[in-house]
């Protein structure tokens, strides 16, 4: 399974001795991730914006891939270590699907992205943490689920919504009031922009909807049929929707008070 | 002191190169063809589980025939290679001719070293391109030397004289159910020129298929939609019977 570290572990991220520090590292961060289970699946998104401080390092970063055909990972954190380690990743689980010519089990995957985790500890308490939410869709179970991460790898298995990064406390917040069992693929897709509207409102290092520049979140389903990212038009036209609502009732939806 | 028996290098290569062709031709046969939307590999085997084909990379697929230890051995070193290659630089630096390369210097070091038994192996390596004429398809024999192929390509078993069959019969631009249609009927001749039915459930069919919308092409072709396909090429095999006798 671990090639890389029998074959050529200098490949690997994570493996050199950091010289010491002197003050914190300036690098980019990914922050908002947000997730969402409906009977037949699970919604995977995230906001474009990555921050450096208290500038905005990038606006179109893309914090979302595909791990495999039912697996997706959203990163929050250091976006460099991040990417990497979902490059990572999507290499162990493809190797080992053509290796064994079966796919690991969603436990296994969630698993093994656990021990990545760790092993990137050390950079964490330097503060390079990279912090993952990890969703896919259980072929042995028939339904979606989420895995949320804490920095020292550990794991947890969320029921129906979870949020990770800087802006994930207003992310929750808006879920917690918006989320139903029998929410629609479309309606699940809706809810987690909504989500992703309501962090980028009260967190700074969150990006909402770029109207101007066309820069729109990423939003992924993963079903029975595989892993599916909406395309531009479609997250573009669920932003739009949501924006056009705002613009009456900035604050969005109002749940029932009793 | 007794004087050891000397042999001669070109006797001594002669009797390896023997001995591994007899290997490769005890096992079933397997042919691939490329047709219009990519690339098909049929094959007959009774297992389940020990497969004859598989997926190297995106569009790079593997077949073998002869034993299947040492083939097994020469996939999972391909597999690694490519994912290597792949997570070092860029998925799109993969190329069939890259891991025909390595497969040839292993297949090769190995038939001459003498300390070694030949592998009774011969490997296809195969990689779907854009368009037919970007295809790829490369014959490894035990030796190591590499044979660039095009349209149709037999290993194992009676190969060559399936081979001789596939030639005639195989056109470009062929249907999928077109060319599960023509592999079938190759394989299903036997040595003494009779036929056999060959059942599906003994059939191992794979495809490299580049309308997948897909990264990785490679999809096994199993169960009802295998059935499917067989039925469809049934319709048409009469129509084309009838025009093989004119």
Redesign the interface.
């Known amino acids: 399974m671990d090639?890389?570290s029998d074959?050529?572990p200098e490949?690997l991220p994570g493996n050199k001795k950091l010289p010491p520090l002197q003050g914190a590292i300036e690098a980019p961060h990914g922050t908002t991730i947000v997730a969402v289970t409906f009977p037949g699946g699970v919604v995977l998104a995230g906001d474009r914006r990555a921050t450096m401080g208290n500038v905005i390092a990038q606006r179109d970063i893309e914090k979302v891939f595909p791990a495999d055909?039912y697996s997706a990972v959203g990163i929050a954190g250091t976006a460099g270590l991040a990417v990497e380690m979902v490059?990572?990743f999507q290499?162990e689980l493809?190797?080992f699907e053509?290796?064994e010519?079966a796919q690991l089990s969603l436990e296994g995957k969630a698993n093994r992205l656990s021990t990545m985790i760790r092993s990137n500890l050390g950079m964490a308490m330097q503060g390079l943490a990279v912090v993952p939410l990890f969703a896919g869709y259980d072929v042995d179970r028939e339904k979606g689920r989420i895995f949320s991460y804490d920095v020292t790898g550990g794991r947890s298995e969320e029921q129906g919504y979870a949020a990770t990064g800087s802006g994930s406390i207003f992310a929750r917040g808006a879920m917690k009031k918006l989320f139903r069992e029998d929410l629609s693929e479309a309606e699940a897709t809706t809810l987690v922009v909504q989500a992703l509207y309501d962090a980028a409102d009260d967190d700074s290092a969150t990006g909402g909807p770029d109207v101007a520049r066309r820069i729109y979140p990423i939003v992924t389903v993963i079903t029975e049929d595989g892993f599916r990212r909406l395309s531009e038009t479609e997250s573009s036209e669920i932003a739009r929707s949501v924006l056009e609502r705002r613009l009456e009732q900035p604050d969005g939806p109002r749940a029932a008070l009793l | 002191m007794s004087t050891p028996f000397y042999v001669s290098p070109q006797q001594q290569m002669a009797d390896r190169a023997e001995y591994a062709r007899k290997g490769i031709a005890r096992g079933r046969s397997l042919v691939v063809l490329q047709y219009a939307d990519g690339i098909v590999f049929v094959g007959e085997n009774p297992s389940r589980?020990l497969?004859k084909f598989?997926?190297?990379y995106d569009r790079i697929g593997f077949a073998a025939a002869g034993k299947y230890n040492e083939y097994e051995n020469l996939r999972?070193g391909g597999?690694?290679y490519a994912?290597?290659r792949?997570?070092?630089y860029d998925r799109g630096d993969v190329t069939a001719r890259g891991l025909a390369n390595v497969y040839a210097q292993t297949l090769g070091t190995i038939f001459s070293s003498v300390g070694e038994k030949p592998y009774e192996v011969e490997l296809v390596v195969a990689e779907v391109g854009e368009t037919t004429e970007q295809d790829q398809i490369y014959r490894l024999p035990h030796d190591g030397s590499i044979v660039d192929e095009h349209g149709a390509v037999a290993v194992g078993g009676n190969a060559e004289q399936i081979s001789g069959y596939l030639d005639q019969h195989h056109r470009d631009g062929m249907t999928l159910a077109e060319a599960l249609k023509l592999a079938v009927q190759s394989l299903s001749r036997d040595t003494n020129g009779s036929e056999r039915e060959i059942p599906a459930e003994r059939l191992e069919v794979a495809v490299l298929d580049r309308t997948r919308p897909?990264k990785r092409k490679f999809k096994r072709i199993t169960g009802r939609q295998l059935a499917r396909l067989l039925e469809a090429d049934g319709a048409q095999s009469e129509a084309e019977s009838s025009e093989d006798t004119e």
């Open positions: 090639f890389l074959h050529q490949l055909e490059k990572l290499l493809e190797h053509k290796v010519g | 589980a497969h598989s997926e190297i999972i597999v690694r994912d290597l792949g997570y070092t897909q």
